[in-house]
């Protein structure tokens, strides 16, 4: 009885703490050595992304450098049907915002280990994925797929680097295209908000994002300047040297003994004027 029960443990699911199953993954069939891919369902809150539902996608970690989009793809698709792989080099949300650039203008994908969602395309994949007996590999070079490693892997993207000039035009065309058609979008997206916008009875305007603001009068400037002036002043530190204290007071006796010279001119015109009565 004893060994049945080794043999019906072994045939189960390997869970390790954190909520990962553990999947063996072995090259070819006649490859003694074993990878292990650790997967979970995926549930981030923040990453509410469509393209990562959290009902039919699968977190998967450790995945080895000669497994691409599509290895993965054919690899994953025993447990049901893949609507569409992601491989990173680090977990994060979606990068489902902006154009796609092209492989072209793109900079060239990080060799390593990586993070990857496999996302199904019915949820009943992801507890057969979850359910895999850990000691049945899943198997990445097969006799339908053939996974190219070593020389004819570097030979293969070195052919590839080479790009032909009708691909790349059409590429640019392309995303000039695209380009030109949200540029446009954009300008009258704003157009129609500037011409929404009203002045209300004391002429404020309501500033939203692509608002262009109205040329201020020079006396605005002016008052503008001045109120920068003051603020400057105020965080200054008067008087917090002695060099600072010693100016302080020559500015002042020099103030003073200007004052009294005016005051001075002032008596002796008046004098001239004979309107000086001093009772």
């Known amino acids: 009885m004893a060994p049945s029960k080794k043999k019906h443990a072994s045939n189960q699911a390997c869970v390790i703490p954190g909520g990962f199953t553990v999947l063996s993954v072995q ?5 003694v050595a074993q990878h292990k891919l650790y997967v979970k369902e995926h ?7 469509s393209h990562r539902p959290m009902d039919r996608t699968l977190f998967v970690l450790n995945i080895p450098p000669y497994c691409s989009e599509d290895v993965a793809k054919q690899m994953f698709s025993q ?6 792989v992601e491989l990173r080099d680090h977990p994060g949300s979606s990068q489902d915002s902006g154009p796609k650039v092209s492989k072209f203008f793109s900079p060239a994908a990080k060799q390593g280990f990586k993070v990857g969602y496999v996302v199904f395309e019915n949820s009943s994949s992801i507890a057969a994925a979850k359910s895999h007996p850990h000691n049945v590999p899943l198997v990445v070079c097969t006799e339908k797929h053939r996974v190219k490693t070593g020389t004819q892997k570097w030979i293969q993207q070195y052919t590839e680097s080479f790009i032909h000039t009708d691909n790349l035009q059409k590429i640019v065309d392309s995303f000039m295209e695209g380009y030109d058609k ?12 500037a011409e929404q916008q009203q002045e209300d009875e004391e002429g404020w305007v309501k500033v ?15 008052k503008t300047l001045q109120k920068e002036i003051r603020k400057k002043k105020r965080k ?5 040297y002695t060099w600072q204290h010693r100016n302080t007071q020559k500015e002042h006796i020099a103030e003073l003994r200007k004052k009294f010279e005016e005051d001075k001119q002032r008596i002796a015109l008046l004098r001239a004027q004979r309107k000086f009565k001093p009772y």
Not at 208 to 222: D, L, Q, V
């Open 27 to 31: 090259f070819n069939s006649d490859s």
């Open 79 to 84: 447990f049901g049907s893949v609507q569409s």
């Open 43 to 49: 549930k981030v809150r923040s990453d509410r992304s």
């Open 208 to 222: 939203t994002r692509g608002t262009k603001a109205r040329p201020h009068s020079e006396a605005a400037n002016k």
């Open 182 to 193: 949200r540029k446009k979008e954009e300008e009258e997206k704003q157009k129609e908000q």
């Open 236 to 240: 200054e530190l008067m008087n917090f």
